[in-house]
């Protein structure tokens, strides 16, 4: 009998490997076109160019925990190079796939069909940013569930990096922390300080969070809070607006279908946990972790932002992930497997096509973003010493973060009347240009005579003085399409 279960775990493990492989390798092979664009760049441009209490300092601004900028610190410090940037998510999220396909409950065709749905396919793999981290933390705090209370420290650390992770998985940690309290003041057994320990702990990076994200009196927050703009967002029509922005990653029918279909599945497995377990709060946990999930997320979604991009979108199936994960483990609700684990079959079967693949195309036969090309260009057509003039625009970080890799250029933020270091939502700037606007700066900051070279965003009217000399291929995905103008002091 042993040696019979040893010969099914080596089948298991070369399986599980051989998937892996394939896995990693398309994924690499998808990375090798891949141009990082403004979202990226960002993240990497600001640890590059601030210290840790500054990092803190930013975080209100950027809408983002300190977690993926802490993460990336070292990268910078390094030498870590900004062209191998998407090779550091790849290297995550093969991590993640290997205790998706070690650990998850599921059979071997679930595992696969998941593997290759934009949970894990492509989008967190191949675009740095933190949802490859946060993949790994909620699949950690998954296999962690089942015993989460038996080793409450290593489940409140768990929480407390979830909660350093994104605004969005801010109900979920919360619903995590209701779970502490609830099983301290269900369970006696339990009360130990281990126990109070983790608590502490999720409760601390909490505290923290709220910390980082307060604002001050010069910084408006990426996510600016307040009466006036919730009450304007309070409205059928924007209600539409952010289902539809929702809905459109995922194609424009699937998407309203896979909405719905996952919707009627959560109503679905709340009423069979009522009917079979009498809503018992020891088996309701997870639905008191889910419930708090989705209840901030949609908050913040129609409240304060849309889905402006797929991974954002991504994060409610990843919720999805968690509870059917969960559903799996109970074993006296078995009737409930065969039907979890045909929804999340088909859901990711529905994702594939429509996503994926056009987005995949676009990826490998198009320009994603338009910093990595311009900058060769620059290399290939300006000369080493040139001063090259940025705006402090959301764009600017796509071309300084392949510009910074060498020294031969000076790059000079026209806006902020120096050097180029950061781009900071909200900072209040000595100037506030216009594309157009910049040339007849330019002839204040230097010299008659010098010529310097400005990376535009749009395009400008041509003079005697400002001419276009070379500019992207091809419009971009993320519409980054830059032109280089030199400007001649007269």
């Not at 300190?66 to 030498?79: A, I, K, N, V």
């Not at 922390?177 to 999720?202: C, H, Q, V, W, Y």
């Not at 304007?232 to 719905?260: A, C, D, M, Q």
């Not at 000399?469 to 091809?474: A, E, R, T, V």
Request: aromatic content about 14%; some cysteine; hydrophobic content about 45%.
């Amino acid at each position: 009998m042993s040696d019979r279960q040893d010969n099914v775990t080596l089948q298991k493990n070369i399986v599980n490997s051989l998937i892996l492989a394939v896995y990693f390798i398309l994924n690499l092979w998808i990375s090798s076109y891949h141009e990082a664009w403004r979202d990226e760049s960002q993240a990497w441009v600001l640890v590059r160019n601030s210290t840790i209490p500054e990092i803190f300092g930013l975080c209100a601004s950027e809408g983002h925990p300190c977690l993926w900028f802490l993460f990336l610190y070292p990268f910078t410090r390094l030498g870590f190079s900004f062209y191998d940037f998407s090779y550091i998510s790849l290297i995550i999220m093969t991590f993640a796939a290997a205790l998706w396909l070690w650990k998850a409950p599921f059979g071997l065709f679930t595992r696969i069909c998941v593997l290759l749905s934009p949970l894990f396919f492509y989008y967190n793999p191949v675009i740095c940013r933190i949802y490859s981290l946060l993949m790994v933390i909620v699949l950690l705090l998954c296999i962690q569930w089942k015993d989460r209370h038996t080793h409450p420290v290593r489940y409140g650390i768990l929480v407390a990096l979830l909660i350093q992770s994104h605004i969005l998985v801010i109900g979920m940690s919360i619903g995590c922390i209701l779970d502490m309290l609830l099983e301290l003041k269900d369970n006696k057994a339990s009360r130990k300080p281990p126990a109070f320990t983790g608590l502490i702990i999720s409760v601390s990076s909490f505290i923290l969070l709220l910390l980082e994200l307060k604002q001050d009196s010069n910084t408006e927050a990426f996510l600016n809070v307040n009466p006036s703009s919730v009450l304007n967002n309070v409205r059928p029509t924007h209600v539409y607006e952010v289902l539809l922005s929702f809905s459109s990653k995922f194609g424009k029918i699937t998407g309203w279908g896979i909405l719905l279909l996952s919707l009627l599945f959560l109503f679905y497995l709340f009423t069979r946990y009522i009917k079979d377990t009498g809503f018992r709060r020891e088996y309701s946990r997870e639905f008191i972790v889910m419930l708090c999930a989705i209840s901030v997320y949609a908050g913040v979604m129609f409240l304060v932002r849309s889905a402006d991009h797929i991974q954002i979108a991504i994060i409610f199936w990843i919720f999805l992930m968690f509870i059917c994960w969960a559903g799996m483990l109970k074993d006296d609700l078995r009737n409930m497997h065969l039907i979890i684990t045909v929804f999340l079959t088909g859901i990711c079967i529905l994702d594939m096509p429509t996503c994926l693949y056009s987005d995949i195309r676009y990826e490998i036969n198009g320009l994603y973003s338009g910093g990595e090309e311009i900058t060769s260009l620059i290399k290939d057509n300006l000369p080493e010493g040139s001063t090259i003039v940025l705006r402090n625009d959301l764009f600017s970080p796509s071309v300084y973060a392949y510009l910074a890799e060498t020294d031969a250029y000076n790059i000079w933020d026209i806006e902020n009347i120096s050097p180029y270091s950061i781009h900071k939502w909200g900072k209040v700037k000595p100037r506030e240009l216009t594309d157009s606007e910049v040339p007849v700066y330019i002839r204040e900051d230097f010299k008659p005579g010098d010529e310097v070279y400005f990376v535009a965003a749009s395009h400008l009217s041509e003079d005697e003085n400002v001419k276009l000399l070379f500019s992207n291929s091809s419009p971009s995905k993320w519409h980054e399409d830059f032109c280089v103008y030199s400007v001649i002091v007269p």
